[in-house]
């Protein structure tokens, strides 16, 4: 407790204090939110930067503040050993992220302060001591005043995971919008606020990313696009970029059209089980097989690759149908069922 009052007294010196975001990679050697925070730190002249968590044992030493983005249970599980060494090496130790933001447990005498919110108010709290971001849990109301996150070290191939037809293509990330109004029962969403955020600058952003980094695919990072809005469809007009992108396999005809028009190339939908009841009932998904057909048709009409999702460790799932599977057709993905009732919060 005495080191945690001698940090926040430290806080609001006019020095500025070096900050590294940092992440486990368990999918992609990228994290959004990370390079995000980067970039608005760094328009308030703060030194920031991102970084995996596995550079830690050589960059910690260059940082004042370690500022842990955590997404899921399993990679907070893997960042425990570095929260410990950020501590012992006397670091300021934040965390936040979507697992943060669900509630999830994160063990108090690891961290100095966890943000429960969206964390673009950091700076205040960086630069002014201000500690309301880790009272108060906070949504940006607008997006549009965000910088664009900070690409400095994408690479263009953190996004393969081993897809055949991903290989070779230089994959640059992009977020349109935030929040999805569906509530299927295994998914993230359900903790977040209702409703959807949408940018209103993504045309003249998606044309200063083709024009920065010259990408073979754009890779929309919503959690799910509202291509079922006019006002982020208006947006496109007049706008072609070759993009990946999550779409529900329930999504009209005509918005798949307009994506396609627009540049999709790749997509990924969730099909969680091939039991129709069971996705239904159960998980809450709300789409038939039939929709799924009629999505995966038009898919292979123009010649867009997807991929299928499903989910694995359901308790009370039915086995996977791999004959349906073949026929829904795309790359198979298979997940790890995760049970968000647990690892909630536990500190006061």
Known sequence: ?????????????????????????LY????????????????RNIDADYAPVTSLPESMKNYDVIAFSLVTDADYQQCIPY????????????????????????????VH??????????????LNGDMSIFKEVRYQESLDGLPMPDLSHVKGNEFHRGIPFLQGLKIIPYQTSRGCPYQCSFCEVQYQPK????KHTIHDEVKRLQRDHSPDLLYTFDELPPYYLAEWREQWKGLYAPFLSYIRADIEPEHLEFMIEHGLKVAAFGVESTDEDFRNGTLKKGITDAQIMRTAN?????????????????????????????????????????????SIMQEA
């Open 195 to 198: 409703g959807v955020r949408i």
């Open 113 to 126: 302060h966890i943000c429960r919110g969206e964390a673009e108010t950091l700076p205040e709290f960086l």
């Open 298 to 342: 038009i898919l292979n009409k123009h010649d867009i690759k997807y991929m299928a999702f499903y989910m694995s460790g359901v308790p009370g799932e039915t086995p996977l149908n791999h004959d349906i599977a073949h026929i829904i057709g795309g790359y198979p993905i298979v997940w790890q069922y995760q049970d968000l009732q647990t």
């Open 83 to 110: 929260m410990e060494s950020a501590m012992l090496a006397g670091k300021m130790v934040l965390a936040g992220g979507v697992y943060a933001r669900r509630g999830g447990h994160i063990d108090s005498a690891l």
């Open 28 to 43: 992609v050697d990228f994290n959004h939110g990370s390079a995000l925070l980067t970039a608005i730190c760094k328009q």
């Open 1 to 25: 407790m005495e080191q945690k009052r001698l940090r926040r007294k430290s806080v609001g010196n006019e020095k500025t204090l070096k900050v590294l975001f940092t992440y486990y990679p």
